[in-house]
């Protein structure tokens, strides 16, 4: 005769062959958090030993990176600096657009007067003439790169860099000038403000300077001036007459970039006699114009 079933509150013996809940679910949890915390490290240390990486090679860049900042003298210029010569063909502009633009302004120069300086662009017999005169207010005053070892290391190093991105954009304002000239003559129009500051501001003061005199400004009174010409490791500044020293830094240019990572203190002497390079380091002011 069979047992009688158990009754009450306690479990029952399971039969034979049954399969048991017990703790699955909860098993099947932890085996998951566990993978997850894994899979969490494995992401988490190659993430730490790169930051540690990248942060060894930016102080590693910083202690070997010669730092250009310091201080420099410039002289004042006896004389103004000679004027540029070009002919349009190098811009990639046509005979007969060259022509024409020459001839007209062989007549009418194109002249603009600021406060801080006098640009005139004239024709010759074989091309345009272009000039910077100072103002009434301002002077040149010339900073020599030879100076500071390594300030002329840099320049040495980015030559090919910096020529490279004032090629580039001297072809392409010097092509706009002449074909803007072109277009008022054809339809005889008189060049608006704006047109003949663009033309200074783009072709002039491209075509006067260099590599680095592109990529570089002098700031005094929190005021920005164009480097307005370069030649043989030496740039020229127009700054008032009663400034006596200055900072010169990398200039923002329309693309965003600010290729010139440097920062000098400028102490500008009367002549260039007697001018002696310093390397001692200052912390120059570094607030930036326009």
């Not at 730092?67 to 004042?76: D, M, T």
């Not at 002919?87 to 007209?104: A, C, I, K, N």
Request: glycine share 8%; aromatic share 8%.
């Amino acid at each position: 005769m069979p047992a009688p079933p158990q009754t009450g509150g306690f479990p029952t013996t399971p039969p034979a062959g049954a399969v048991t809940a017990g703790v699955g679910p909860q098993t099947s949890l932890s085996k998951r958090l566990r993978r997850r915390r894994r899979r969490n490290l494995q992401v988490a240390i190659p993430l730490l030993f790169g930051g540690l990486l990248l942060a060894g090679l930016v102080w590693l860049y910083w202690e070997v990176t010669p730092e250009l900042s310091g201080r420099l003298h410039a002289h004042v210029a006896e004389e103004p600096p000679p004027p540029v010569h070009v002919t349009g063909e190098e811009f990639g502009v046509g005979p007969e657009t060259r022509e024409l633009v020459r001839e007209y302004l062989a007549e009418h120069p194109e002249r603009i007067a600021t406060d801080v300086m006098l640009t005139e662009i004239r024709g010759t017999k074989h091309g345009l003439e272009i000039a910077v005169s100072a103002s009434t207010r301002t002077r040149f005053v010339v900073v020599d790169l030879s100076q500071d070892p390594t300030l002329r290391g840099y320049y040495n190093e980015h030559a090919e860099e910096l020529i490279g991105r004032h090629e580039r954009q001297l072809r392409k304002a010097g092509k706009r000038f002449f074909q803007s000239w072109a277009e008022l003559i054809s339809s005889r129009i008189a060049p608006d403000v704006e047109l003949l500051m663009e033309h200074r501001n783009r072709f002039v003061l491209a075509a006067t300077v260099e590599g680095l005199g592109l990529v570089v400004h002098a700031v005094a009174r929190d005021q920005p001036y164009p480097c307005v010409y370069e030649r043989d490791n030496r740039l020229y500044f127009l700054l008032p007459r009663d400034v006596k020293s200055f900072r010169l830094e990398g200039r923002t240019l329309e693309d965003g970039s600010r290729p010139f990572p440097g920062n000098y203190v400028v102490v500008i002497r009367q002549s260039e006699a007697g001018q002696r390079p310093s390397s001692t380091p200052t912390d120059g002011d570094r607030s930036h114009g326009n």
